[in-house]
């Protein structure tokens, strides 16, 4: 069973950074596409990046292009969310997510084996 478990979140001030992990078990995650989606209250998640597997092109929405990376460590079975320069509007709930490529990148109903979600809270 492909399992992912995200960390990293936390309480930061506006223009601050933090970088979430998304852990993988039971599978390799270098062989599979990984999106990164985030979820507001009272809105739908929303997709936020995607990294392709192998050679680990990438993906943004345009709200967080220029201030978020995605990469992955291989040799720790993982990948990250760099999130620099945040904004109130940032904060969420992030999740990590396997892609079935069953449709967009941005779309939910694509991913599979969701983790449980890190928050994240921007505010002074």
């Known amino acids: 069973q492909l399992q992912l478990v995200e960390s990293g979140g936390g309480l930061v001030q506006p223009g601050g950074s933090l970088r979430l992990s998304c852990a993988a078990s039971g599978f390799t995650l270098e062989n599979y596409a990984i999106g990164w989606f985030r979820q507001a209250p009272g809105k739908e998640r929303e997709g936020v990046s995607w990294?392709?597997?192998?050679?680990?092109?990438?993906r943004y929405v345009d709200s967080v292009k220029g201030r978020f990376t995605t990469s992955r460590d291989n040799s720790k079975n993982t990948v990250y969310l760099q999130m620099n320069s945040l904004k109130p509007e940032d904060t969420a709930i992030y999740y990590c997510?396997?892609?079935?490529?069953?449709?967009?990148?941005?779309?939910?109903?694509?991913?599979?084996?969701w983790g449980q979600g890190t928050q994240v809270t921007v505010s002074s």
């Open positions: 997510a396997v892609d079935g490529h069953r449709g967009a990148w941005t779309f939910p109903g694509s991913y599979d084996s």
């Open positions: 990294i392709s597997a192998g050679t680990g092109g990438t």
